[in-house]
């Protein structure tokens, strides 16, 4: 990754809408460099799929512990599976954060993570306000 590749990246997060034509006009490239840069993004998966966020009714966090022979294994499915995960120091080894539309969804979610060979435990955490 170059200089122009971060900041290809960098526009996509402010507006992941945006179209090659005009990331090109804004870094003053040809429409062509910047679709085949982004394909290069993608192939090599620092880019892993687009995404429309839609607001979401209920927030959660969700606290994992692992176990440590199995942590690589975990946090490899984790991070293929959920946009913001954070690896941890100290007794949490993982903090997932989850936006669904109910409760159940959540719930569902937390099933999912618990039946991950090597999740020791799950506490999860309701947003309020």
Sequence with gaps: MDEKDYEILKLLRENSRMSNMEIARELKVSEGTI???IANLYKSG???KFTIET???V???ILVR???KKAPYVLEKLKNIYHE???LSGSIDVSIKLSKNTLDEINSEVDNIRSIDG???TDTMIRLK
């Design 55 to 57: 607001p979401s009714s």
């Design 66 to 68: 692992v176990d440590p």
């Design 85 to 87: 995960i954070y690896e």
């Design 59 to 61: 927030e959660a966090m």
């Design 119 to 121: 999740v020791i435990s």
């Design 46 to 48: 620092i880019i892993k």
């Design 35 to 37: 679709r085949k840069r």
